[in-house]
């Protein structure tokens, strides 16, 4: 892939913040398809491994991200795969067989200054929702919501604080 200046610079700035907060991730393929790889260990210790597929035109088009292991990736009573694209349970129609596709943007959202380390955030904070979904049967994006919710709280305190 031919990368411009300014994408090489990007992403070799990307590189250097997962090196340091994320050491489990990798930049793999950096001629051919982009990925970064790697696994997490949720807070219930399950294992999963992350791919994320940078597009040719990052950081002006969202990534791709997929729970390749474990696979398939059940929900409370069917395959994730099954459900296809859906806000409920936050994922999109998978184009890779095997893996599914969670929603960490809509792409129609992204902004190019969005960051490969906030859509890691966000893929495992997918996963701890997961998680509660698989205990509970509530839908992943009643979880993402409430923690959603939690995140604008404590910026909104910050914020009031500061201010005050």
């Not at 982009?34 to 597009?55: A, C, D, H, M, N």
Request: proline share 7%; hydrophobic share 30%.
């Amino acid at each position: 892939m031919a990368w411009s200046d300014t994408q090489k610079h990007r992403l070799a700035t990307e590189r250097a913040v997962l090196a340091e907060r994320f050491p489990d991730f990798e930049f793999c393929n950096p001629t051919a398809q982009l990925t970064i790889e790697g696994r997490y260990w949720s807070s219930q210790s399950t294992s999963y491994f992350l791919v994320v597929k940078v597009p040719p035109g990052y950081p002006d088009e969202c990534p791709s991200t997929y729970i390749c292991w474990p696979s398939p990736l059940r929900g409370r009573d069917k395959p994730l795969e099954d459900y296809g694209s859906t806000h409920d349970m936050h994922v999109w129609e998978t184009d890779v067989p095997g893996w599914t596709k969670i929603c960490t943007y809509n792409p129609t959202r992204w902004r190019s200054s969005e960051t490969v380390e906030r859509v890691l955030h966000k893929a495992f904070l997918w996963i701890e929702a997961y998680e509660a979904h698989i205990e509970t049967g509530e839908p992943i994006a009643h979880y993402l919501m409430a923690a959603r919710r939690s995140e604008e709280r404590r910026v909104g305190k910050e914020c009031r604080s500061r201010w005050s």
